[in-house]
């Protein structure tokens, strides 16, 4: 079973009217705990929804995407991705082993789009310095965990040569990461009478450590969470 990565991304200088205007849902009917018939509302599936439009895709007689893994590997960045909530320029869902990268930049530069088409009235050139995004990931076990930053540049040479389809290039810009080997090098330093790296060592039970009482497990949520303070 693949690792799920968490993840939540926020696009900037996008209207939230036009950021909404391509996040499609639908309503499904399921059984709940006593099997009675319950609606419910479900976004579509990623290679579904029209922010992916621009993306080459093909599907079956059936109507499921062919070569699947493939298609998410490249076009968003992991074998599967499930987007939980898509609101008002705020992403959040999970991932198998990575975040979905190559998700954010397709949504940077097909947003990039719209918002020329929206604030101009024609595909003239956006405010581009005003599009951007970022993402923070984190592995359930933690193995990695960080934030990256995105930006948009406008391609004035496709725009001469009439290729409207692809005005907008988005690209990475820095990323700050850790991982659980430094996260335990940082709890080390903090305890080092502790034998940490023991196959036995207990993270979850109660330890005394120069008078002062600890969980490990609490000190290790205590350092992630100050590491995304600094980011």
């Known amino acids: 079973m693949a690792n799920h990565v968490h993840f939540t991304i926020h696009i900037q200088g996008v209207d939230d009217d036009i950021f909404n205007k391509y996040v499609k849902s639908e309503k499904r009917t399921i059984k709940d705990w006593n099997d009675n018939d319950m609606e419910i509302t479900e976004l579509l599936e990623i290679e579904e929804q029209p922010f992916m439009s621009n993306v080459s ?24 991705c499930h987007i939980e909530e898509m609101q008002d320029g705020y992403i959040s869902g999970y991932s198998a082993w990575r975040q979905p990268n190559e998700l954010v930049l397709n949504l940077l530069e097909f947003y990039a789009a719209e918002q020329g088409v929206g604030v101009k009235g024609s595909l003239a050139r ?80 109660e330890h005394e450590v120069d008078g002062e009482t600890i969980y ?16």
């Open 126 to 205: 956006a405010d581009v310095d005003s599009v951007s995004a970022s993402m923070t990931y984190e592995d359930e076990f933690r193995n990695f965990m960080g934030k990256q930053y995105y930006g948009v540049e406008y391609d004035s040479e496709a725009s001469m040569a009439g290729e409207v389809s692809n005005l907008y290039n988005a690209y990475e810009e820095d990323c700050i990461e850790t991982d659980g080997t430094e996260l335990m090098e940082q709890f080390d330093e903090l305890y080092p009478s502790l034998n940490s790296s023991d196959n036995d060592f207990e993270w979850h039970e």
């Open 216 to 231: 490990p497990y609490e000190v290790m949520d205590e350092l992630a969470d100050q590491f995304w303070e600094r980011v």
């Open 57 to 80: 895709k093909e599907f079956d007689e059936d109507g499921d995407l062919k070569d699947s893994y493939d298609w998410y590997c490249n076009n968003v960045g992991a074998k599967w």
